[in-house]
């Protein structure tokens, strides 16, 4: 290039250079890249919650941020309707922490974060924010029936409460998800029936703190894990209470599988063997002979990948292909345009191992193991017979539960149960102290 035009050039550059990149811009993105790594470094919590509620609309990045929060050594805990802040918050988790790099003496008042109820798909932000002004007002939810007859009808929906319960906002009750899903329409139908009541005039039993009657001839049949593991990536946009892989991890153990994060590492065109669970599936036709194929993005502990299933490998697991499942894959890398993607030679689905004591498939039934404790009362019940009752409950406090029968003038009964909070262990002594509300075998007196 000649000198002159070489030099007009950088004449130019360098006017621009005066507005272009002036000091004042270039000095307020280093003070910011500054405070920001250094949030980062000292209070990686709260830097992190403050991310991920930054971006509480869009579950993609929620997901990307949560993998970057577990390898900082940050536990991510599930949503609680008793808990969980509209955003994400920082929370101190008891017991030991994850293993991570940040350094334990680092922001020493939280090392975890409670996933945000806005941040759950279809619960809506402003249903969520009705959720904690009336937990802040009446105090901690202690049943689904309890949280649908504190909340307007219009906000405490089944739409809304489906939501909740798959994503294990509602784990605080004990109960299997599966039951709790299955009892949505009872739990809005009692709790409709006591707001009826109370505007009749009638005393909201045992303070407010009954929950909804369960039938126990009716059974429910436990989510798989499988099942509750995709509700949960739907929802929050990553797994929460497990991972698929973690049924395999024995039958993985000699397999020899690459880690996704670690394909970059290879050169284009390069072969390998991993095993994940499918995210996403795209099932597409090739455009000039109409054949099926897929796309799917697969997942480990490490990262995401996109693989491409030409016709040939997918017609023989079209079938078997859902999100959640997990897959073995063969096959060669694609790294054009900087960007990782594979196509697959051979798709299997391995077999699970030992579960490391978790139970996959099954479920807790410990909540309907053992019969209730019934009690009834008449239809002239006073409150401070209710609140006698309450006190002699709490001074046992155990796993049994307690149903509540009480009668009404018009000859009908309510059963509800008495919550989490009021089972009991149902002793010699507690059984005389009831006696007079007790259903069923009276206790014998002792002699005196």
Known sequence: IPAKKANAIFDLLEKFAGYGF??????????????????????????????????ISNTEKISVFVG??????????????NRSGLKFVPEMREGPQRPGNRDPEISPRFNAIRYGLAAIKHVGESAMEAAIRERERGGDFISLQDFCSRLDSRIANRKMLESLIKAGAFDFLGRDRAELFARIDEALTASAAAQRDRVAGQVSLFDETTAPTTSRTRSITPWSEHEKLSYEKELLGFYVSGHPLDAYVDAFATKNYRPIASLGDLDDRASFKIAGALVQIDKKFTRREGKPFAVVWVEDLSGTLEVVLWNEVYIKVADALAPGRVVEIRGTLDKRDDTVRATAENVTMPTRGKTNGAAVGGGSTTALQEPAVCLQFSSAATSNELREVREILASSPGHRPVQLLFDRATGNSLRVNAGADFCVHLTRDLEERLSRWLVGPKPARRNA
């Open 22 to 55: 002036n000091k004042s811009h270039s000095a307020a993105y280093g003070l910011i890249s500054y405070h920001t790594a250094y949030l980062k470094a000292h209070y990686p919590v709260e830097f992190m919650a403050g991310l991920l509620s930054n971006e």
């Open 68 to 81: 970057e929060c577990k390898r900082m050594g940050i536990s991510i805990l599930p949503p609680d309707v």
